[in-house]
């Protein structure tokens, strides 16, 4: 099979590779269509993201949708043919974070595209059946591939706790903050309120279910009529950070999705004297079914954030795709093609 392989930094080459062959309990799946996430650029331009280090040749890609082509021992279950959308990240089930129901925090998570697992900017990729999740038709290949970002929104907004009429401010209009707009809506939300610095993202973001929108280059969310109570921040930028948590209402809550500064300064005297909740996120747990529900039903538009296709020797170009392009927001790359 053909794979996009990162070599080093900014060195992205399509090798022939053998195809991998489904272990027990696993399955074979023929990808066709992996999204492009930040962490994927952020790995081809500098070759590492904090402890994590390329040392050796990685696929990169964890977006993943195909169909099954094979099964390995022991998957009895009737499976090939069936389209799925991947869950790329198969923790040990046996640990205590596991037993816990907490799997997203399993210290032996096996990640794609997370060094030394490969990922799937490749033609064909082995995952574990129960993570392989059957997707209907009426999901797209590449909606079925970003039910992956969909699941960080889902996550974020049951950490924030987002219910029936809920205010919610989303910092950060890229990918993964349009895919909390979307979410936050579908989980009752009734004011969410989306500021980023792009304005092609910020009208994407009320076509998505936004209530209001803040150009952060002249205007502050600190100048809202009513305080957010949840905070869903998707920039990762320190500053905007600051500002939107001294932003919240009393007993608010501020969901830390966003990578960026490994410190920022926190406005302590505020957390206190609102007891302010504040939480990361660390990919997700459980959420592949309300994902799918949400798409199936209309609530979550996956295809909307879908701005660029790419071959498999267009790796590199897919990789660096909105880099230039202010209306860019998610590139899929299809190994099939
Ligand atoms: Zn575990």
Redesign the pocket.
Known sequence: MRAAVLRGPKDVVVEERDTPEPGPGEVLVRVHSVGVCGSDTHYYDHGRIGRFVVEDPLVLGHEAAGEITALGPGVTSRRVGQRVSVEPGV?????A??LAGR?NL????RFFATPPIDGAFAEYVVVHEAFAHPVPDSIGDDAAALLEPLSVGVWACRKGRVGAGSRVLVTGAGPIGLVCVQTAVAFGATEVVVSDVNPARLGLARDLGATTTIDARTSSVADLDRAPEILLECSGFPPAIGAAIRALDRAGRAVLVGMGGDEIPLPLSVVQERELELTGTFRYANTWPTAIALVEAGRVDLDRLVTGSFRLDQAEAALTASRDDEHAVKAVVHPQD
């Open positions: 923790p040990d089930l046996t640990c974070q596991c799997y399993c210290p032996d998570m």
